[in-house]
């Protein structure tokens, strides 16, 4: 049943991505902000979001943070982190997910974007089925 889950939509910007980091309104990126903007949507950088998740963890102590290990791990990668500089999630109202609903009418109105500003577009689902899990030895 797909309304028990909840919904992502991400993008990945390639060669945009480092405007849109600094301003997700800037001139090079105007006709994303503009789609987002209609759906009450922001994007964020994926590497900023989980280097932020690291710095919270270190300033509050590791062990309330489960991913700590991974995310570390990953932003210390350097082919990791190229991938996820150039990778945003999107964000409704505040919101990393929402409905099923809102995810499909904001990937359609992204869906233009695609092979101009977007390289790619991805909606995942909150099911852990469906998304990978961090490596055993990287779990607490």
């Given amino acids: 049943m797909d309304d028990q889950w909840q919904y992502q939509i991400r993008i990945d910007l390639g060669d945009l991505a ?9 001139a090079a990126v105007k006709p994303l ?17 989980f280097s932020g998740y690291v710095a919270e963890a270190e300033l509050n102590g590791t062990d309330s943070y489960p991913l700590y290990e991974w995310t570390n791990a990953t932003i ?10 150039r990778s945003f999630t999107v964000y409704v109202e505040g919101n990393q997910v929402y409905s099923k609903e ?23 689902d909150s099911n852990p089925a469906n ?9 607490k």
């Fill in 18 to 26: 480092e405007a849109a980091r600094r301003d997700s309104h800037s």
């Fill in 102 to 124: 809102t995810a499909d009418i904001l990937e359609a109105a992204l869906l233009p974007l695609v092979g101009q500003l977007i390289v790619r577009l991805s909606k995942y």
């Fill in 76 to 85: 210390a990668d350097p082919e990791k982190r190229l991938k996820y500089l």
């Fill in 33 to 49: 902000a503009d789609v987002l903007s209609v759906h009450h949507a922001t994007i964020k950088c994926q590497f900023d979001a």
């Fill in 131 to 139: 998304n990978p899990q961090p490596p055993a030895g990287l779990r």
